[in-house]
């Protein structure tokens, strides 16, 4: 899949700042659904939520799309 690397750093750092994905989909106001979809890389990230997942985590947009310069 073209989006797993994007996925796999979405996962990490969710898991890494202790988020359950049922707790990161509900501050994001997005279904656990669409959140799972987007770790496994079966979603096309859109920018917007991923500028609110690197909000929710405290991390910088850069840091979560590092090597993904078409994201944005």
């Given at each position: 899949?073209?989006y ?12 890494l700042?202790g ?6 989909a509900?501050?994001?106001k ?21 500028e609110?997942?690197?909000e ?17």
């Amino acid at each position: 899949m073209e989006y797993d690397q994007m996925a796999q750093r979405v996962r990490a750092f969710r898991k890494l700042k202790g988020f359950t994905q049922q707790e990161l989909a509900e501050r994001l106001k997005v279904s656990v659904a669409v959140l799972g979809s987007l770790e496994r890389g079966t979603r096309k990230p859109d920018p917007k939520l991923l500028e609110r997942i690197s909000e929710t985590l405290g991390i910088s947009y850069n840091e979560l799309t590092a090597d993904n310069t078409g994201y944005k």
